[in-house]
């Protein structure tokens, strides 16, 4: 899947991990204190990033919940969307420009479902941003305002490089203890 930004690959990621209808999963997008700090997803756009999934072939409805409110359509992912989801979870991110949300999401969807696999993501991203850094500090160009502004890039690329690392202990701890529920809070930065 192809999207510039994280908010339907999360859809479809809390899909995999468990069927839901609309109104849970905005919920659950709702009380995650960790999603809310990366990506905010107001619950008119849970349900128009549904439909997008599904016209994507990425969901399909599953079941039908009847009650005294309005009809819940329950989603869940299809063999193409979880396909999808396990090739997004595994690519790091090419733009620097999308490093605080697509990446930070893409990271924490991994640690929710599997930290060693988290582990390969922090690690190919971060492979892949000291390539960048490299290719970047060779650059030269004629404007001063163009030189600070890939300066400054480059100081952001260098900032989430060492926040990786940060991220990848993070990882390593939680693969080393024993299975637990997703994660719901962001990891704190040393004081």
């Known amino acids: 899947m192809h999207a510039d930004w994280p908010a339907e690959n999360i ?4 899909l995999c991990e468990r069927p ?3 109104y849970e999963l905005a919920q659950l997008v709702k009380t995650d204190a ?16 549904l439909r997008k999934l599904l016209k994507q072939g990425f969901i399909a409805e599953r079941a039908e919940e009847r009650g005294a409110g309005p009809r819940r359509v329950i ?4 063999p193409s969307g979880q396909a999808a ?10 733009y620097p420009r999308n490093l605080r949300t697509a990446l930070l999401a893409r990271i ?3 640690l929710r479902r599997d930290p060693a696999l988290a582990l390969r993501l922090i690690d190919a991203q971060a492979e892949h941003l000291a390539n960048w850094l490299g290719r970047e500090r060779e650059r030269v160009f004629e404007d001063d305002v163009v030189t600070l502004v890939h300066r400054f890039r480059a100081a952001q690329v260098e900032a989430t490089i060492i926040a990786l690392d940060e991220l990848r202990r993070l990882a390593l701890a939680r693969a080393s203890a024993p299975a637990r529920p997703p994660i719901a809070t962001p990891p ?3 004081a």
């Open 11 to 14: 859809v479809l990621a809390l």
């Open 85 to 94: 989801l396990d090739a997004w979870l595994v690519s790091p991110e090419k």
């Open 108 to 110: 924490y969807m991994a």
């Open 188 to 190: 704190r930065r040393p």
């Open 20 to 22: 839901m209808h609309g």
């Open 34 to 49: 960790a999603l809310r700090a990366i990506w905010r997803i107001e619950l008119s756009e849970v349900y128009f990033l």
């Open 75 to 78: 989603y869940a992912p299809t």
